[in-house]
């Protein structure tokens, strides 16, 4: 169902039952309270009679006399005794004839309809001639009362349809008016899916804060999208290109082996070689860029659980130096320290800022771990090549690298740093590069004190 007919739909029901209801309530108190003031007038008829009766010489011709004065413009007097029989009648007009209720003790009201007719009756027990004790019954017409019910009925019946219609109209031309700017929102949404662009939409004008922020959701969204589809856009240029170089390699080593691998021993022996370097590298590349994309399955992010920080330094430490034959060393004044991490992803960041320094210095590598304020700074050192200044806020891109033909010759993918830059965003550890060309090359990790515990 649409929003549109929803709403009205609950508010015009809601509206006409609140109303049926209000109405009911008003035409029975109506007509309670307009009956009750006819039995009370009746009663003090019923009174006065008894009074006048107490006075009288209490003969059959005083007390009827007395019943004639008091009988009403439209009504009638009955006196009933104790077995229902009609001792007296007088009588307006003749429809008052056969009305008549059974003896009561007590002093007793009621509503009768007979036919089109409406009546209202008091009966009171009251001394008769012969100290005998009767009913009397005094009844009154009310149809003109009655009529006036009925005209309340159909007024407030009319008024209920009435309100109805006008609500149902109301409702439309607010909801219309609500509804309207989400329907231009819907219009320029769906015209920028069919465009398959990443457009902005301008925020409709006059309209509520809710679709302000729809708006502006929206628009954040358009944003990411376009980003991340130009990051994709741009890794997927930025890889084939990489991988475009030993692909070229390998064809034409492979094809110079197709012709002279056969008759030229050393021509096989550089293209073997040649081949095999490349399909190295092509495979480095393959996993760092797998690397990448598994950043984003959000579950494996989450491992996070508490490890020995030092210990795990150490072994990097120790694994990197005999892989690498390279002399790393490690100084800390830390006893222990326990790290609230994902450790996984804590050991690769580690290995490519290490592997970075061996890999771009022939002097040792020192590595330390201070404290500094409530943090822990981990240093990882290197007296090597550096980074020129220019190049230092580009080293964090995909597939960049300063000098491209040296990094060749390393087997550098570039992916490094961009991994480190993604794991340490995810684990929320800060990284400070500093660095002078020919001097070395500083990285300053920052674990928080949050995800950390020290023992000294
Ligand atoms: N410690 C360092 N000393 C000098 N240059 C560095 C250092 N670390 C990084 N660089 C420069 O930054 C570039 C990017 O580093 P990154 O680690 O991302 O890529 P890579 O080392 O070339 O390849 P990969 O790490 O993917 O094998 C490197 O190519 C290098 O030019
Ligand atoms: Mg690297």
Redesign the pocket.
């Known amino acids: 169902m649409k929003l549109r007919t929803k709403i009205q739909l609950y508010t015009t029901v809601m509206i006409v039952l609140t109303l049926i209801v209000v109405n009911i309530f008003v035409y029975i108190s109506f007509k309670n309270n307009a009956i009750r003031s006819e039995v009370h007038q009746l009663e003090n008829r019923a009174i006065n009679i008894i009074k006048e009766l107490e006075k009288s010489n209490k003969t059959k011709r005083d007390n009827e006399e007395i019943i004639v004065n008091h009988l009403l413009s439209d009504g009638s007097v009955t006196v009933v005794d104790k077995s229902n029989k009609r001792k007296l009648q007088i009588m307006t007009k003749q429809q008052y004839r056969n009305l008549i209720e059974n003896y009561k003790e007590k002093q007793t009201d009621k509503y009768i309809t007979r036919g089109d007719h409406h009546f209202v009756m008091v009966s009171v027990p009251v001394l008769w001639e012969d100290k005998e004790t009767v009913n009397l019954q005094i009844y009154e017409n009310i149809d003109m009362k009655h009529e006036s019910f009925e005209n309340l009925k159909w007024i407030l019946i009319g008024s209920t349809i009435m309100v109805t219609i006008i609500t149902f109209i109301l409702n439309m031309i607010i909801t219309h008016s609500i509804l309207k700017p989400i329907h231009l929102l819907i219009n320029k949404m769906s015209k920028i899916h069919k465009t398959k662009g990443y457009e902005k939409i301008e925020s409709v004008e006059n309209t509520s804060k809710e679709l302000d922020d729809l708006t502006d959701t929206f628009n954040l969204m358009m944003k990411r999208l376009s980003e991340q589809e130009e990051k994709e856009q741009s890794f997927i240029a930025n890889a084939s290109h990489e991988l475009k170089t030993p692909i070229t390699v390998i064809k034409s080593y492979s094809e110079m082996l197709k012709r002279f691998g056969k008759t030229k021993p050393e021509v096989l022996e550089e293209g073997l070689d040649a081949i095999h370097e490349e399909a190295k590298r092509m495979s480095?590349l393959a996993s760092?860029m797998l690397q990448i994309t598994s950043f984003h399955d959000q579950s494996k992010n989450e491992e996070v659980r508490s490890f020995e920080l030092i210990n795990v330094l150490q072994r990097i430490v120790k694994k990197l130096s005999v892989t690498h034959q390279r002399n790393i060393e490690f100084k800390t004044h830390i006893k222990s320290l326990n790290a609230k991490l994902n450790q996984e992803q804590f050991i690769q960041l580690i290995t490519?800022?290490i592997?970075?320094?061996i890999?771009?210095?022939d002097k040792d590598v020192v590595i330390s771990l201070n404290q500094r304020n409530k943090n822990v700074i981990l240093q990882i050192e290197?007296k090597?090549?550096?980074?020129p200044a220019e190049?230092l806020d580009k080293?964090?891109n995909r597939f960049?690298?300063?000098?491209k033909a040296?990094?060749r010759k390393?087997?550098?993918?570039?992916?490094?740093?961009?991994?480190?830059k993604e794991i340490a965003q995810t684990n929320d550890i800060g990284i400070d590069?500093q660095?002078e060309l020919s001097q070395?090359?500083t990285?300053k990790l920052t674990i928080k004190e949050q995800y950390i515990e020290i023992f000294n």
């Open positions: 480095y760092q490519i800022f592997d970075n320094a890999k771009y210095s290197d090597g090549i550096g980074i190049s080293i964090f960049y690298r300063v000098d040296r990094t390393t087997g550098g993918s570039g992916l490094g740093l961009y991994i480190a590069v660095s070395g090359t990285v």
